[in-house]
């Protein structure tokens, strides 16, 4: 029991931290997937003009590989797209000319275009950019109900999946309502965003460079949030694949992540292991800073004094 209050106190340690760093490293990456992540819809070809064609030529091997993959998912098409009037399109054009910094502006514009515009063609994209919106400002709970309203819009929305497989489980506190229940969504959205990630088809107004780099981004976020569901669940051996996985793929390392990783180590007694995360979390520039240093030399005390479990 102490070591489990420890443990939930010290993940406890730089949320505010956690919940920045999210924040900035997701956001241009998950910008990025969320144009190829629903390509073909009215919105991306509102944005590309002449690129339209392209962006449905690219369509059938998105939803051949997403059946191949995902035989459940919807197909990342609008089937009836409504008639879009010149208000509209003013409208949306407002609403992505919002700088990305003026977040309490692109809010007020994107609600108000969803209000506006119940059947728009637009609202997949602007649901999904308002989830980062809220993200990014703080809302998080705000973020949860807007990013669960586009995954209904667009089930395959990658960036807004791994968004809220990697936030929910960091969100949860004491008075968190149904916390299991909020974990097996976490759980759900992380794996799905593993799954389609992967199969995504690159679209034509993306380098190569760019595309693997927002594609490598959404997977390290997919894989913390799983990771760290298996770690409030306590399944620690289960945490450390999909932790290492994160630190690998993320262009930009969150040291969140190498401190939840030394977390699972130690609580895994591979306390090796332990000490070599919690260090690369002490020498990164965070809030969390002065909590790894201490954690690796706890991890190294534990290592001279106790038996090292096997892989």
């Not at 073909?40 to 059938?60: E, F, H, L």
């Not at 807007?146 to 008075?175: C, F, S, Y």
């Not at 799983?226 to 290492?244: D, M, N």
């Amino acid at each position: 029991m102490g070591s489990s209050s420890k443990a939930g106190r010290r993940t406890k340690v730089g949320r505010k931290g956690m919940k920045r760093k999210c924040m900035i490293c997701l956001q241009a990456a998950a910008l990025a997937v969320l144009s190829l992540s629903i390509a073909g819809t009215a919105a991306a070809k509102y944005g590309q003009g002449s690129q339209s064609g392209q962006g449905g030529q690219s369509q059938p091997p998105a939803k051949q590989s997403d059946k191949s993959k995902t035989p459940d998912a919807t197909p990342l098409t609008l089937d009836a797209p409504a008639p879009v009037n010149a208000e509209e399109d003013a409208a949306y054009k407002a609403f992505q000319d919002v700088p990305p910094t003026d977040l309490n502006k692109r809010i007020e514009l994107g609600e108000a275009f969803n209000q506006k515009y119940p059947q728009s063609r637009y609202r997949p994209v602007v649901f999904s950019t308002l989830t980062m919106a809220y993200l990014q400002s703080g809302q998080v709970q705000k973020m949860i109900e807007t990013g669960e309203k586009a995954i209904e819009l667009t089930p395959n929305d990658v960036t807004t999946l791994a968004i809220l497989g990697q936030t929910i489980p960091r969100a949860l506190n004491a008075t968190s309502a149904d916390p299991a229940k909020q974990l097996e969504k976490a759980e759900t959205y992380s794996k799905k965003a593993i799954e389609i990630t992967p199969a995504l088809p690159k679209p034509p107004n993306l380098t190569d460079e760019a595309f693997d780099k927002a594609k490598n981004q959404t997977l390290a976020s997919a894989h913390s949030g799983l990771g760290l569901v298996y770690v409030r669940r306590g399944k620690f051996a289960e945490a450390i694949p999909e932790l290492e996985q994160s630190v690998k793929l993320d262009p930009s390392p969150d040291p969140v992540n190498f401190y939840l990783l030394g977390m699972a180590n130690q609580k895994a007694s591979h306390f090796d292991d332990a000490v070599t995360a919690f260090s690369k979390c002490a020498g990164m520039q965070s809030s969390l800073q002065g909590t790894c240093k201490t954690m690796a030399e706890e991890a190294k005390k534990l290592g001279a004094t106790q038996l090292s479990a096997p892989k």
